[in-house]
């Protein structure tokens, strides 16, 4: 196994040379087909995940592997393309580096996305959900085989709920409709089955999705205030005549991420 600090402190040293001293006030995941958010950057450099030690070398279609830092908005942010999911390796650590990373460079807060499918009716392919808890099913935590105390997390408000508020505002400020809701992990790679999605539904998930709650765990672990939004791409399995492809899912995300850029973008500047 790498040794996690060296390796953070590798990717660290790498990621402060390009930053002369800037330290970014807020790193962004972002999740499958999301990448057009990366357009909105000012300024950008980019540096590939291969060149950072101990960084993951994403599988999926849609997740590119680079971290780019540079401005939106006038504010400097750290944006990662890409991410490591459970179901490539069967490794619930794989953003560990990364997360000890933006909290080494000292990122004040922390904003995933990801793409999920809705267990509500009201909130269809294309709509954002932002959200409020989770429920762990794959029952895997990247903090199994870590040792100190500190692996005892509160996840209590692990989404932080200053940061909802002001994403809430910041979408009725712009006309965005944010649903909220319960994000439910299942492992994948394979889509759920429709009786999985009756029986989240019957366990108050509202959506359901193969990513983030590895990040939010670690995040939590690390104390950097986190949110974490879904774009809608699908109905959850059974709930819709439409079969489940990542091709449709990288097609929907489209839909939402104008108004995704739009949120960020517009969130930002409360960070003035
Ligand atoms: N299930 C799990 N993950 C997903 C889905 C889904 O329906 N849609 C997008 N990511």
Redesign the pocket.
């Known amino acids: 196994m790498t040794n996690p600090n060296q390796s953070s402190n590798e990717a660290l040293d790498i990621i402060r040379s390009r930053l002369n001293g800037v330290i970014p006030k807020l790193a962004i995941i972002l999740g499958?087909g999301l990448g057009p958010l990366v357009e909105a950057v000012q300024d950008p450099t980019t540096i590939s995940f291969t060149d950072l030690p101990g960084f993951p070398c994403p599988s999926v279609e849609g997740h590119a592997g680079s971290l780019i830092l540079g401005q939106i908005n006038g504010i400097e942010v750290l944006i990662l393309q890409g991410r490591s999911h459970y179901y490539e390796h069967g490794d619930a650590t794989g953003m560990l580096i990364v997360i000890e990373t933006i909290k080494g460079i000292g990122c004040k807060q922390l904003i995933l996305t990801?793409?999920?499918?809705s267990l509500r009716d009201e909130a269809g392919p294309g709509s954002l959900m932002l959200i409020t808890d989770h429920i762990n099913y794959s029952g895997m935590s990247p903090l199994i085989d870590s040792s100190g105390n500190d692996r005892f997390v509160d996840m209590t408000d692990a989404y932080d709920p200053n940061i909802r508020n002001i994403l809430k505002v910041v979408a009725d400020e712009n006309e965005i409709k944010l649903y909220e809701g319960i994000y439910m992990w299942?492992s994948?790679p394979n889509?759920?089955t429709p009786a999985e999605i009756r029986a989240a539904k019957i366990l108050g998930a509202d959506a359901?999705?193969?990513s983030t709650v590895p990040e939010v765990i670690l995040a939590k672990r690390a104390g950097i205030p986190t949110a974490a939004m879904s774009i809608i791409?699908?109905y959850?399995?059974g709930m819709s005549d439409t079969a489940?492809t990542h091709e449709q899912?990288m097609k929907n995300a489209k839909i939402a991420t104008d108004n995704l850029i739009k949120l960020i973008s517009n969130y930002l500047k409360n960070l003035r």
């Open positions: 499958s990801n793409a999920a499918g299942f994948g889509f759920e359901v999705g193969m791409t699908n959850g399995a489940l899912t």
